[in-house]
């Protein structure tokens, strides 16, 4: 009988095991975690850090000497007016009522830089529909000069030496001016060269930007482009 008894509660044991194991939630398996790749950062934009001119354009270049935005002499002034604009802000506009040499016009200026805009059409490849006159440092917020290897290595600027200009020289000598006494040194420099003209087919002609420098000081105060070496 005892050893009956004993036999039954093995079996009852057994069976309250297999039905606690029957009864217990079954352990899910770990899920992999997928990698993930970091989303790369989008590119800087270029920011404007300065403009550059030549005898062919003026140019808005990113720190590292990329062109953000070019403009030539030919094309409509007011294109490149609202392209500059976008970098320098709004310009001054001042009617400019001409001289012997230019005919009247409107000057759009951001600081340093003035924009001359005359009123009579451009003709390609000779009469430009504008031209520049860079008389200070920066135009708007931007410093301004000439392209790196226009007149010096690194560009020319109103505020250097008058010795800066290295690179490319065309004399275009002396001149006092009978208001102030003061005596210019005019230097050309970039020279690019034009078609020839049918009626004068063996003279040489270009255009080129033309430094100024004066005697009393030593210094650099104007820069114009596009100055051509015919005409009046």
């Known amino acids: 009988m005892k050893t009956r008894m004993v036999a039954v509660l093995v079996a009852l044991a057994a069976v309250t095991a297999l039905g606690a194991c029957a009864s217990a939630p079954p352990t899910p398996s770990p899920v992999p975690s997928a990698s993930t790749s970091p989303t790369p950062s989008p590119a800087p934009e270029p920011v404007a850090a300065s403009v550059a001119i030549t005898a062919e354009t003026i140019s808005v270049l990113d720190a590292d000497g990329g062109v953000l935005a070019s403009f030539d002499y030919f094309q409509p002034t007011t294109e490149v007016v609202a392209g500059l604009t976008e970098y320098l802000g709004e310009p001054v506009d001042t009617p400019n009522p001409g001289s012997i040499e230019s005919s009247p016009g409107v000057d759009h200026e951001w600081g340093g830089l003035r924009l001359y805009d005359t009123d009579t059409p451009g003709t390609p490849p000779e009469i430009p529909n504008h031209s520049v006159f860079v008389t200070g440092p920066t135009a708007g917020p931007l410093p301004i000069g000439t392209a790196a290897g226009v007149g010096a290595p690194s560009g020319l600027h109103v505020g250097d030496p008058g010795t800066s200009v290295t690179v490319g020289i065309e004399s275009a000598g002396e001149y006092t001016n009978p208001t102030t006494g003061r005596t210019v040194v005019l ?13 004068a087919p063996t003279e040489p002609r270009n255009f080129a930007v033309i430094v100024h420098s004066y005697t009393d000081t030593g210094l650099i105060e104007q820069l114009i482009a596009p100055s051509a070496n015919f005409g009046v």
């Open 187 to 199: 230097s050309r420099v970039g020279l690019i060269e034009l078609p020839p003209h049918p009626a």
